[in-house]
C-alpha cells in the first residue's frame, strides 16, 4: 500500500491516514528537532500530521510517497518559530568560544561553525539546504515540498551550497579558538 | 570533507524520538481521526481533486465568523447558538435510514464558456455505523467528457470505498472511474454540515425566505468551498445548499468558477432493519458485467464481492 493509497483511503476512513503516521512521523520528527530541539519538535512534528491530516484531500494520490509534502506542511510550521531556531543556532556559536558549559541544556547536535553558517543563510535557504542535506528529498521532492519549479530548486540549492562553502571555510578560521590557534 | 558531509554527520546525532512521543503524537492524530474521519465532506473534496484543483478561495471565515456571531439571531438566540441548534438538529439518530431527492444545478464557468450540467439524485444514508450512502443519480447537460451512457448511474460508498453500477450497460466498477464520480456531487447536507460544525467553519448569516418558507441562512468557507445552507427556521432541516468552489484541470490551464445549487425534498426517516437494509445498497441484476477488480482490503472481508452484492439483491 502507497501512501497514496492510504491517504485516499483515508478520504472515506479516516483511521487510514494512521499508516503514513507509522511510516513517516519519526523522520519528520528528526528533522524538527535538528532544526528546533526536542521540546519544539514534539508539538510540531505532531502539529505536522494533524494539519496533514486536515489537508490530506489536497494531496496528490499519484505520488507514492507522501514524505515531500510532510515535509512541506513541517517547514512551513516553522517559520512561525525562525526566532527559536536563530536562538539555538546562535547558542551553539557560543560553544566554540565558552566551551560546552556555556550553555548547559543545549542538546547535543550542532557543530559551532555549522550553526554559524546555518545562522547566516535566509530562511528559506535554509529550508532548501536542509531538506535537501538532512531530508534526503531529490531534486523533484525538494519542489514539491516546496512548491518551487524543478529548475529553480537546482539553481538555488547550488547557490546556497558554493555560500555554505565559503562560509564554512571562513568561518572555521574565524570560530578556532585562539589557545588553539598555535 | 564537503559542507554538504558535515551537515550530514551533525544531522547523525540527532536521536529520534522516543516512544513516548510518538504515542502522545499519535494519541493527538487519532482523536483528530475521530473527530473528523469520517466525513462526507472529505469525500466531496475528492472531486475537485480529480483535477487538481488549485484552491484559490481564502478560507477567510473567522472574521466573518467573529461578525456574524454577535448579530441578532433568530427567536433571541445568538449566530453560536443557531450554528449549535443546527447542528443538534441535523445528527442523525441511530438506527435510521435517511431517505431524500435532491435536484442539482452545477454550472461551471470560465472566460467565454458556460456549462450546466443538472443531476437528480435518490438517496438513502445511514447516520451511524456502519456508515452507508447510497445514491442513484440521472445527468443531464454537460456529461463533462463522460459517455453518454455513464449520465445514469448508482453508487454504493462505503468505508471500504466504492462501488458504482451503470444500469445503461449493465456494468459495474469497484471505485468506478474518476469521472463518474465526478458526475455525481449530491451529498448529505446534514454530514457536511456537522463537519464544517465541528471544524468551527460555521457563521450565522441571517433570516430569509425559501419558497415561503422561514429559513436561516448558515454559511461554511472550508477547504476552497464557500457553501451556505438554507434551512428551516423551525427544524433546522436543510432546503438547499448553494456551493462555490473554483477548480483547475490537469489537462490544462483552464481554470474554472463552479456553483453548485442542490435543492433537497424533506428527509423521510426510515428505521434501519433487516428489511430496510436493502435500500442502502445497489443490487444489480443478473448478467453483469465487471470492470476492475475490487481493491485489496482485507478488513472488509467480501465487501464490494459480486457475492455480496447478489446477497444484497436477494433479500430485496
Request: hydrophobic share 40%; aromatic share 8%.
Given at each position: 500500500?502507497?501512501?497514496?493509497?492510504?491517504?485516499?483511503?483515508?478520504?472515506?476512513?479516516?483511521?487510514?491516514?494512521?499508516?503514513?503516521?507509522?511510516?513517516?512521523?519519526?523522520?519528520?520528527?528528526?528533522?524538527?528537532?535538528?532544526?528546533?530541539?526536542?521540546?519544539?519538535?514534539?508539538?510540531?512534528?505532531?502539529?505536522?500530521?494533524?494539519?496533514?491530516?486536515?489537508?490530506?484531500?489536497?494531496?496528490?494520490?499519484?505520488?507514492?510517497?507522501?514524505?515531500?509534502?510532510?515535509?512541506?506542511?513541517?517547514?512551513?510550521?516553522?517559520?512561525?518559530?525562525?526566532?527559536?531556531e536563530d536562538r539555538r543556532l546562535r547558542a551553539f556559536t557560543r560553544l566554540a568560544h565558552e566551551g560546552p558549559g556555556?550553555?548547559?541544556?543545549?542538546?547535543?547536535?550542532?557543530?559551532?561553525?555549522?550553526?554559524?553558517?546555518?545562522?547566516?543563510?535566509?530562511?528559506?535557504?535554509?529550508?532548501?539546504?536542509?531538506?535537501?542535506?538532512?531530508?534526503?528529498?531529490?531534486?523533484?521532492?525538494?519542489?514539491?515540498?516546496?512548491?518551487?519549479?524543478?529548475?529553480?530548486?537546482?539553481?538555488?540549492?547550488?547557490?546556497?551550497?558554493?555560500?555554505?562553502?565559503?562560509?564554512?571555510?571562513?568561518?572555521?578560521?574565524?570560530?578556532?579558538?585562539?589557545?588553539?590557534?598555535? | 570533507?564537503?559542507?554538504?558531509?558535515?551537515?550530514?554527520?551533525?544531522?547523525?546525532?540527532?536521536?529520534?524520538?522516543?516512544?513516548?512521543?510518538?504515542?502522545?503524537?499519535?494519541?493527538?492524530?487519532?482523536?483528530?481521526?475521530?473527530?473528523?474521519?469520517?466525513?462526507?465532506?472529505?469525500?466531496?473534496?475528492?472531486?475537485?481533486?480529480?483535477?487538481?484543483?488549485?484552491?484559490?478561495?481564502?478560507?477567510?471565515?473567522?472574521?466573518?465568523?467573529?461578525?456574524?456571531?454577535?448579530?441578532?439571531?433568530?427567536?433571541?438566540?445568538?449566530?453560536?447558538?443557531?450554528?449549535?441548534?443546527?447542528?443538534?438538529?441535523?445528527?442523525?439518530?441511530?438506527?435510521?435510514?435517511?431517505?431524500?431527492?435532491?435536484?442539482?444545478?452545477?454550472?461551471?464557468?470560465?472566460?467565454?464558456?458556460?456549462?450546466?450540467?443538472?443531476?437528480d439524485t435518490v438517496n438513502w444514508t445511514a447516520g451511524d455505523r456502519p456508515y452507508v450512502l447510497h445514491e442513484r443519480s440521472t445527468t443531464s447537460g454537460d456529461l463533462f467528457f463522460e459517455p453518454s451512457w455513464a449520465a445514469r448511474?448508482?453508487?454504493?460508498?462505503?468505508?471500504?470505498?466504492?462501488?458504482?453500477?451503470?444500469?445503461?450497460?449493465?456494468?459495474?466498477?469497484?471505485?468506478?472511474?474518476?469521472?463518474?464520480?465526478?458526475?455525481?456531487?449530491?451529498?448529505?447536507?446534514?454530514?457536511?454540515?456537522?463537519?464544517?460544525?465541528?471544524?468551527?467553519?460555521?457563521?450565522?448569516?441571517?433570516?430569509?425566505?425559501?419558497?415561503?418558507?422561514?429559513?436561516?441562512?448558515?454559511?461554511?468557507?472550508?477547504?476552497?468551498?464557500?457553501?451556505?445552507?438554507?434551512?428551516?427556521?423551525?427544524?433546522?432541516?436543510?432546503?438547499?445548499?448553494?456551493?462555490?468552489?473554483?477548480?483547475?484541470?490537469?489537462?490544462?490551464?483552464?481554470?474554472?468558477?463552479?456553483?453548485?445549487?442542490?435543492?433537497?425534498?424533506?428527509?423521510?426517516?426510515?428505521?434501519?432493519?433487516?428489511?430496510?437494509?436493502?435500500?442502502?445498497?445497489?443490487?444489480?441484476?443478473?448478467?453483469?458485467?465487471?470492470?476492475?477488480?475490487?481493491?485489496?482490503?482485507?478488513?472488509?472481508?467480501?465487501?464490494?464481492?459480486?457475492?455480496?452484492?447478489?446477497?444484497?439483491?436477494?433479500?430485496?
Amino acid at each position: 500500500v502507497t501512501d497514496g493509497d492510504a491517504i485516499e483511503g483515508s478520504l472515506i476512513d479516516g483511521a487510514r491516514f494512521a499508516l503514513v503516521f507509522d511510516r513517516h512521523f519519526r523522520a519528520i520528527h528528526r528533522f524538527l528537532q535538528a532544526r528546533v530541539g526536542s521540546q519544539l519538535a514534539d508539538d510540531l512534528a505532531s502539529e505536522t500530521f494533524v494539519i496533514a491530516f486536515r489537508r490530506r484531500a489536497s494531496f496528490d494520490r499519484a505520488r507514492d510517497d507522501a514524505r515531500p509534502w510532510l515535509h512541506g506542511i513541517a517547514v512551513n510550521l516553522l517559520r512561525e518559530h525562525r526566532r527559536s531556531e536563530d536562538r539555538r543556532l546562535r547558542a551553539f556559536t557560543r560553544l566554540a568560544h565558552e566551551g560546552p558549559g556555556a550553555v548547559p541544556d543545549l542538546e547535543p547536535c550542532l557543530d559551532p561553525t555549522v550553526a554559524a553558517a546555518l545562522l547566516e543563510l535566509s530562511l528559506a535557504e535554509r529550508n532548501l539546504l536542509l531538506l535537501y542535506a538532512w531530508a534526503e528529498l531529490s531534486y523533484e521532492e525538494l519542489a514539491e515540498a516546496l512548491a518551487l519549479p524543478i529548475g529553480t530548486i537546482r539553481s538555488r540549492l547550488n547557490r546556497v551550497r558554493s555560500k555554505l562553502d565559503r562560509r564554512l571555510t571562513g568561518l572555521n578560521e574565524a570560530l578556532v579558538p585562539r589557545g588553539d590557534a598555535s | 570533507v564537503t559542507s554538504l558531509e558535515l551537515l550530514r554527520r551533525e544531522f547523525e546525532r540527532t536521536s529520534a524520538p522516543g516512544d513516548h512521543v510518538v504515542h502522545t503524537a499519535r494519541a493527538r492524530l487519532m482523536a483528530e481521526i475521530e473527530l473528523n474521519g469520517a466525513s462526507r465532506h472529505a469525500i466531496r473534496t475528492r472531486r475537485p481533486l480529480l483535477f487538481k484543483t488549485v484552491v484559490v478561495l481564502a478560507a477567510c471565515g473567522l472574521v466573518a465568523a467573529v461578525l456574524a456571531f454577535v448579530l441578532p439571531g433568530s427567536g433571541g438566540l445568538s449566530g453560536t447558538e443557531i450554528a449549535a441548534a443546527a447542528a443538534r438538529a441535523m445528527t442523525p439518530p441511530q438506527n435510521v435510514i435517511r431517505h431524500w431527492t435532491s435536484h442539482t444545478v452545477l454550472t461551471r464557468i470560465s472566460p467565454g464558456h458556460r456549462t450546466v450540467t443538472t443531476i437528480d439524485t435518490v438517496n438513502w444514508t445511514a447516520g451511524d455505523r456502519p456508515y452507508v450512502l447510497h445514491e442513484r443519480s440521472t445527468t443531464s447537460g454537460d456529461l463533462f467528457f463522460e459517455p453518454s451512457w455513464a449520465a445514469r448511474q448508482e453508487i454504493e460508498t462505503t468505508a471500504c470505498g466504492q462501488v458504482v453500477y451503470f444500469p445503461r450497460r449493465n456494468l459495474l466498477g469497484f471505485d468506478g472511474p474518476p469521472e463518474s464520480r465526478d458526475l455525481s456531487p449530491v451529498s448529505d447536507p446534514a454530514n457536511d454540515y456537522l463537519d464544517a460544525y465541528r471544524r468551527g467553519a460555521v457563521r450565522y448569516g441571517g433570516k430569509t425566505t425559501f419558497r415561503e418558507i422561514a429559513s436561516l441562512k448558515l454559511v461554511v468557507v472550508l477547504d476552497g468551498y464557500e457553501t451556505t445552507y438554507i434551512v428551516r427556521q423551525d427544524d433546522y432541516e436543510p432546503l438547499q445548499v448553494v456551493s462555490r468552489y473554483l477548480w483547475q484541470s490537469s489537462y490544462s490551464k483552464a481554470r474554472r468558477n463552479v456553483v453548485e445549487v442542490t435543492t433537497y425534498s424533506p428527509f423521510e426517516l426510515i428505521p434501519r432493519n433487516a428489511s430496510s437494509e436493502h435500500l442502502l445498497h445497489i443490487s444489480p441484476p443478473g448478467g453483469v458485467s465487471v470492470r476492475g477488480e475490487r481493491p485489496d482490503r482485507p478488513a472488509c472481508g467480501f465487501y464490494g464481492s459480486l457475492e455480496s452484492l447478489r446477497r444484497a439483491s436477494s433479500r430485496k
